[in-house]
C-alpha cells in the first residue's frame, strides 16, 4: 500500500475519535502549550529593550511536535504572530530581525503603535505585557523581500523608522556569511538618536566591519528627509542593488527618487502596508471601494453604504446567508485585508483575518475576502 | 395568559434597551468566557474518555453504570454547553478555528450544518411562528389551539415519547423536509441530495459507537454495545426534555405568519421573550442544561456564550417588569408538566383561536 493510501487511511473519519485532529491537538497542548493545534508554537526566552518605544523579543520555535517545526526562513522576511488576548486569538505580521538560523529561534522587533483608544493594538500589547515564559503562535516564514537574489556587489539598505527590521536581518545575513564580497550602505533614517532602533549594534558593526558605511539621518534635527538627496548621500547610487523598507509614503517616494538616480539593478521593497486615516469615510458621505474575492480573484466597485451581502448579491453571487440580521452566522467570512464597520454595534474591524458578517458589515477600505 | 402588546413607540424603545444590553455583554467578552468554553470541552473530552474505558474495561454492573453516566454526562455537556453554543457563533470572536461556528461538528448523528439551518436560522429567526418555526411540534405535535387538528395527533402522547427516545435521529433528519417530499413537493433525486449529510454524519456516528469501540472490547463487546446505546439515549431524553420546555409551557405565546409580517426589532424582541421560558435551578443544572435553562435570554441573545445568560437573567427581567411583559420562568417540573399538559391536551380536536388583534 503506498504511503498516500495510508495517511488517507489514517486521516479517515470512520477512525473518529482516535484521528479527530481537535482531540489530538487538543491533548498535545495539554501536555505542553507549545503543541500549537494551528500554527507553529513558539517560547519567548529574551526580551531586549531596543527604545523606550521599541522591544526584541527572541523566540524559540517548537522542536519537538512533528509537523508543526519552525521550517527555517531567509534573511528579511516575515511571519504572521498570534497571540490570545483576552481570549481572542489575534495576528499581525511581523518582519523577522534575526538573519538565517538553524536552531529555530528567532527574533522579532516590535515598535509601540501610536495608541487607538478602544481598538486591541498586537504590538502594543506585546510591548506592553509579552515576557519572557510567553507561549506564541508564528505562520511559516513568508515574503520574497530576502537575500537570495543578490547579484550586485554594492548593496544600499535603505530603512525608516521600524522598517528597519527586515533590513536590519539582511545586514546581520551579510555580516554573519563568511568572505562575502560586498560593499555595503546602510542609510536609516529615523526622528532622533533615542527613537535609532539597533544603534549601538549597527554603530559596532560598522567599526569593525570595513565593508559597511552606516549613514543615519535625524528627521527631527535634520528636517524631513528629501529621497531626491540620496544621490549626495551615497556615491555610485546608480550602480546599487537596493532593499528597502519604511512606511507607505516614504518607501513610494524613494523607489522613485532611486529611480531618477539612474538605479537599473533590482529594488527590493518591503511594505508594511495598513491603511490610513484618508481611507477611511466619514458615515454619511457615501463613496466607493474596491472589493477582491480571494478565490477567483473577481473585483468590484461596492458603496460604503450598503451591507457587504446586498453588494455582493447585486453583483451576481450567491454567498450563503441566514437570518440577514446579523444573528445566525451564516455569511460570516473570514476578510483577509482592509477595513469594515459592523453596522449593529458600530465596532470597526481593521486587522487582516478577522471573521466578519457580511449581512451587517459595511467597507471602510478596499477589501479583500476569503470567498 | 393573554400576549402583552406594545405601542410602536414602546417597542422601538423596548428594542434599544435590549440593545443596549447586548452590547453592554458584548463589550465584556474576554479571557473569562474563552477559558469557560475551553474548560467545559476539556471536561467533555476527559468525562468520555473515562466512560469508554469504564465500559471498556470493566466486568461488573457497577463500573457498567458509572462507564454510562460519565458517556452521557461527555455527550450532555459535549452537544449541550460547547456543540449548541459554539455551532450558534457565540466563540467566534475567538478567532479560535477550533470553536467556530464554521468549523465545529458534534457528537450526535445531526450534522452541524444541517442544525445551523434549521436551528439558528429556521428556528432562532421565527420563533414559535406556526407554520415558519418547524420546532414548534417537529411536525408531529400538535401543542396548541391554532394548530389544525388530526386524526393522527390523538396519539401524541406517543410520538411524543418516541422523539423524546429517538431525540437525535428527529433533529438529523429535520432539515431533510420529509414532510414535502411526502407531499409530493419534493423529487426523489432532491431528496437523495437534501439526505446526504444526514447519511454520512449518522453513519459514522453508528460505526464509532456501535461498530468501532465494541469491536475494540473483544468478549466485552455486549457491555459496550449497550452502554453506549443507553448512553445515547439518556443525553436524548435529557436534552429532549430540557429544550421541550424552552417554548411550549403554558406561558409560552405562538404567532401566526400575519402578526409577525413587517415586525420591527423591538416587536422581535417581544415574540422571542414571550414565545419562550425559563427553567429555575442550582448552577450546575444550568451548566448541565447547556444554559437553555435560560431560553429568553438565550433567544434575545443567540450569539452572547450562554452562561452570560444567568447574569442577564436579573436586568431582562427587569426589562419586562418595567414594560409589563410576563416572565416565564418556573422550576423544572412545573414548566414539564405544563408542556405535558399541552401534549394530551390539543391531542383533542379543539376549535382554533383566533389569534388576537395587535393593539397599535
Known amino acids: 500500500m503506498s504511503t498516500a493510501k495510508l495517511t488517507n487511511l489514517f486521516q479517515s473519519s470512520w477512525l473518529r475519535p482516535f484521528n479527530d485532529p481537535a482531540l489530538i491537538q487538543g491533548t498535545a497542548r495539554a501536555l505542553n502549550p507549545l503543541h500549537k493545534a494551528t500554527g507553529i508554537g513558539a517560547r519567548v526566552v529574551e526580551v531586549i529593550t531596543e527604545t523606550t518605544e521599541c522591544k526584541t523579543f527572541v523566540l524559540q520555535t517548537n522542536r519537538r ?60 500589547w506585546m510591548f506592553e505585557h509579552l515576557a519572557v515564559g510567553a507561549v506564541v503562535q508564528l505562520s511559516a516564514p513568508a515574503g520574497d523581500f530576502s537575500l537570495k537574489n543578490q547579484t550586485e556587489a554594492k548593496l544600499l539598505l535603505l530603512s525608516a523608522g521600524s522598517g528597519i527590521t527586515p533590513v536590519m536581518a539582511i545586514l546581520r545575513e551579510l555580516v554573519e556569511s563568511p568572505g562575502a564580497d560586498v560593499a555595503v550602505t546602510f542609510v536609516h533614517i529615523c526622528r ?20 559597511l558605511r552606516l549613514v543615519v539621518y535625524f528627521s527631527g534635527t ?13 556615491p555610485e ?21 532611486l529611480r531618477d538616480a539612474g538605479v537599473a539593478h533590482a529594488i527590493h521593497q518591503e511594505s508594511f502596508g495598513g491603511f490610513t486615516a484618508a481611507t477611511d469615510t466619514a458615515d454619511g458621505t457615501s463613496s466607493e471601494h474596491v472589493l477582491t474575492l480571494e478565490n477567483n480573484k473577481q ?52 486587522a487582516p483575518n478577522e471573521l466578519i458578517q457580511l449581512c451587517i458589515s459595511a467597507p471602510r477600505s478596499p477589501l479583500e475576502l476569503a470567498i | 395568559m393573554a400576549k402583552t402588546h406594545l405601542t410602536t413607540e414602546q417597542l422601538d424603545a423596548f428594542g434599544t434597551e435590549l440593545d443596549q444590553l447586548r452590547n453592554e455583554v458584548a463589550a465584556d467578552l474576554g479571557a473569562r468566557d474563552a477559558n469557560h468554553v475551553r474548560k467545559m470541552l476539556q471536561r467533555s473530552r476527559v468525562s468520555a474518555a473515562a466512560g469508554r474505558a469504564l465500559l471498556m474495561f470493566g466486568f461488573d454492573p457497577i463500573t457498567w453504570v458509572l462507564g454510562v453516566v460519565a458517556l452521557a454526562k461527555a455527550k450532555i455537556l459535549e452537544n449541550m454547553e460547547v456543540g449548541h453554543n459554539v455551532l450558534h457563533g457565540q466563540y467566534d470572536w475567538m478567532n479560535d478555528p477550533q470553536l467556530n461556528s464554521k468549523t465545529y461538528e458534534w457528537d450526535i448523528v445531526c450534522h452541524s450544518e ?16 406556526l407554520g415558519l418555526d418547524d420546532d414548534y411540534g417537529y411536525g408531529l405535535l400538535r401543542l396548541a389551539p391554532e394548530q389544525r387538528w388530526h386524526t393522527i395527533h390523538l396519539f401524541q402522547p406517543i410520538s411524543c415519547f418516541l422523539l423524546m427516545v429517538y431525540f437525535q435521529w428527529g433533529v438529523a433528519i429535520q432539515d431533510i423536509k420529509l414532510g414535502r417530499f411526502f407531499k409530493g413537493r419534493m423529487t426523489i433525486a432532491e431528496l437523495r441530495e437534501r439526505a446526504r449529510p444526514f447519511l454520512q454524519k449518522s453513519s459514522r456516528q453508528i460505526f464509532k459507537d456501535y461498530v468501532l469501540f465494541p469491536v475494540l472490547g473483544f468478549f466485552n463487546w455486549p457491555r459496550i454495545l449497550l452502554g453506549n446505546v443507553a448512553a445515547n439515549i439518556i443525553r436524548n431524553i435529557w436534552t429532549n426534555v430540557i429544550i421541550f420546555c424552552g417554548h411550549f409551557t403554558e406561558h409560552a405565546q405562538v404567532y401566526t405568519k400575519a402578526e409577525v409580517a413587517g415586525e420591527s426589532r423591538g416587536a ?29 435570554e438565550h433567544h434575545l441573545f443567540p450569539d452572547i456564550p450562554a452562561p452570560r445568560y444567568i447574569e442577564l437573567a436579573p436586568k431582562v427581567k427587569a426589562i419586562c417588569e418595567k414594560y409589563g411583559v410576563h416572565y416565564n420562568a418556573a422550576g423544572f417540573f412545573s414548566q414539564y408538566l405544563s408542556v405535558m399538559k399541552r401534549v394530551f391536551v390539543f391531542a383533542w380536536p379543539s376549535k382554533a383561536v383566533a389569534p388576537v388583534v395587535l393593539q397599535s
Open chain 2, 114 to 129: 444541517n442544525w445551523k439551518q434549521t436551528h439558528n436560522i429556521e428556528h432562532h429567526s421565527h420563533t414559535n411562528v
Open chain 1, 299 to 350: 473585483s468590484f466597485t461596492i458603496s460604503t453604504q450598503t451591507n457587504l451581502l446586498d453588494a455582493l448579491e447585486t453583483a451576481g453571487l450567491n454567498p450563503a446567508f441566514g437570518c440577514r440580521i446579523g444573528i445566525c452566522k451564516t455569511c460570516q467570512c473570514v476578510k483577509r485585508s482592509g477595513v469594515v464597520k459592523n453596522l449593529r454595534t458600530g465596532e470597526i474591524s481593521d
Open chain 1, 222 to 234: 535634520q528636517g524631513r528627509f528629501v529621497p531626491a538627496r540620496l544621490a549626495e548621500l551615497v
Open chain 2, 268 to 296: 422581535w424582541y417581544l415574540r422571542q421573550m414571550q414565545g419562550s421560558s425559563n427553567l429555575l435551578g442550582s448552577r450546575y443544572f444550568y451548566l448541565m442544561t447547556g444554559h437553555l435553562s435560560h431560553q429568553i
Open chain 1, 192 to 211: 532622533s538618536e533615542s527613537d535609532f532602533i539597533f544603534a549601538s549594534e549597527l554603530r559596532a558593526v560598522a567599526a569593525r566591519w570595513p565593508a
Open chain 1, 65 to 124: 511536535w512533528p509537523g508543526k517545526r519552525w521550517p527555517g526562513h531567509l534573511a528579511g522576511q516575515h511571519t504572521l504572530l498570534t497571540v490570545t488576548i483576552n481570549g481572542r486569538q489575534l495576528s499581525r505580521t511581523f518582519s523577522i530581525s534575526s538573519p538565517s538560523s538553524t536552531n529555530g529561534r528567532i527574533a522579532i522587533t516590535v515598535k509601540r503603535a501610536r495608541s487607538n483608544a478602544k481598538r486591541i493594538s498586537v504590538s502594543n
Open chain 1, 237 to 257: 547610487l546608480s550602480q546599487h542593488e537596493v532593499y528597502l523598507c519604511g512606511p507607505n509614503a516614504f518607501a513610494n517616494a524613494a523607489y522613485g527618487a
